[in-house]
């Protein structure tokens, strides 16, 4: 299924990089491609290139620093380049050789560090090309001030590939250098995707060096990142057709003290195409709902509702309290349709972990960060910095498809893949967006769209309505009721 680009490991890449170079294309090419793309980018960003510092250290990732160097230098650019010592790879020397022949300033840190610092402190554009996707040690001794040099620059950041301290998997050392962007090579990597490592990437711009597409295409992806392509998968809407063409949704939401919860799960539904809501709470929270939408079939809650009615789909637990913890279990094993489950459903499974094994239909579980802790008995800590991880097993251990919520939401299907969407940001971080974003998904998948791509295209087009209106309201301004019907509009 084509949602979107690849994310690659650190293996596969150097993998690819070694294939391409039995096709022909050298290691000095591809270090030759990733300067010119980086000049192009910076020049597109009009970054300040009056005065250049690079880190350049001894492996691959400090070759493409000295043929930036290059590059650079042979446009009349002011450079220098800092080290701790010279490269230890032929085509490397052969770049810091070039640069130096050009007339290129090369120091070394340890023959006058003050020197080293006052460059580096007062460039326009510090690169950092010390360390790049190999790398999974801890910075010390000489690199660590370097490290701390960059990051106390007034300068704009640039790290080649990844920022020196970040791990392609995600995790981060003790010290990171901190970038304002960061050109990756060849594809995305975990860590230019999923929090915490991705917070140091700063803008990431994923730069083609060369790798030709047959061979990064036979390579085994880590996961993909959702694009508007997911869009292009769900099925058309007949003209010929009508409301039990598109499915009806069962949502058991809402309670007497969170009742917008409801209103706005249903929002997220119905303008995400659902044929028929049935929208089902108690009594109090069903009287405030029928006064704010004209749509819906209101049903009281029973046990037995998702048996009686035979919904295409069931969401249950946006704003629903702990009041019906006593019959969810009935509820939930009793299901064959897909079932949503979302908020409070959560909080109910992360005590009955056990239920989700007797589940019959499929199941879709829209975590955040803290709920995900709950379920797996972590804290949120953990759960932060190993977003992937954390989904992916999780997702496979019960068979189902989990969407962890977040800065770059992580979706994880039943047979180990991961999904990562890279649209929304803080406009979202308010309460009520996981209700919308339950709806939408939930309705997709009563229209019959599978449960991963329904996950998949709601979580993408919830984020894009997002980054679409804050341009009028703001990130501060944009309010979950705001959102959908952008979404109808984005999934057309």
């Known amino acids: 299924m084509k949602l979107g680009d690849v994310f690659l490991s650190a293996s596969s890449i150097k993998e690819a990089e070694g294939r391409a170079s039995f096709s022909g294309v050298s290691q000095m090419t591809l270090m030759e491609n990733a300067a010119r793309e980086t000049i192009s980018a910076l020049t597109k960003k009009k970054v300040s290139l009056t005065g250049v510092a690079i880190i350049c250290g001894r492996g691959r990732n400090g070759g493409y620093g000295y043929s930036l160097a290059c590059a650079l230098v042979w446009q009349g650019i002011n450079v220098s380049v800092v080290h701790v010592s010279p490269p230890k790879n032929e085509d490397s020397f052969k770049y810091m050789e070039s640069f130096v022949a050009a007339g290129g300033r090369l120091r070394r840190y340890s023959d006058d560090p003050d020197e080293a610092a006052d460059i580096i402190t007062n460039a326009a554009l510090v690169v950092d090309a010390l360390h790049g996707m190999a790398y999974s040690g801890e910075i010390r001794g000489e690199e660590l001030y370097l490290v701390e040099l960059a990051n106390a620059s007034g300068g704009f950041i640039l790290a080649l590939d990844l920022p020196t301290g970040v791990y392609a998997e995600g995790r981060v050392s003790p010290n990171c250098v901190m970038a304002d962007m960061t050109i990756t090579y060849t594809s995305h990597k975990a860590a230019t995707l999923v929090t915490p490592a991705s917070e140091y990437c700063g803008e990431v711009i994923v730069a083609d060096i060369g790798v030709p597409d047959e061979i990064t295409r036979v390579l085994r992806p880590e996961g993909f990142v959702i694009g508007e392509e997911v869009l292009l998968t769900l099925p058309q809407r007949e003209d010929c057709s009508n409301k039990s063409t598109f499915g009806t949704l069962l949502a058991v939401v809402g309670s007497p003290n969170m009742p917008g919860a409801a209103y706005l799960a249903s929002l997220g539904a119905l303008r995400s195409g659902v044929g028929l809501l049935k929208l089902s709470s108690d009594a109090e929270t069903l009287s405030v709902l029928k006064n704010r939408l004209s749509e819906p079939v209101f049903l009281n809650f029973s046990k037995d509702m998702a048996i009686e009615h035979k919904p295409s789909a069931l969401l249950v637990g946006c704003g629903i309290g702990r009041g019906y913890d006593g019959v969810l279990d009935e509820l939930f094993k009793g299901q064959k ?131 679409n209106l804050k341009t009028k309201y703001g990130a501060r301004g944009l309010l979950p009721h705001d959102l959908p019907a952008e979404i109808g509009r984005i999934l057309g």
């Open 337 to 467: 349709q897909t079932t949503i489950i979302d908020a409070d459903g959560i909080n109910y499974l992360a005590q009955h972990i056990n239920v989700l094994m007797e589940m019959q239909g499929d199941v879709i579980l829209t975590p955040h960060p803290g709920e995900m802790a709950r379920l797996m008995g972590e804290d949120i800590e953990y759960i932060s910095k190993n977003r992937i991880e954390c989904a992916k097993a999780f997702a496979m251990e019960f068979s189902l498809v989990l969407v962890l919520k977040g800065y770059h939401t992580v979706i994880a299907s039943p047979d180990g893949g991961v999904y990562v969407n890279t649209t929304g940001d803080s406009s979202l971080a308010k309460g009520g967006s996981g209700d919308v974003l339950a709806g939408v998904i939930a309705s997709l998948a009563a229209q019959g769209v599978p449960p991963l791509k329904a996950a998949c295209a709601g979580v993408y087009a919830h984020g894009k309505a997002a980054d």
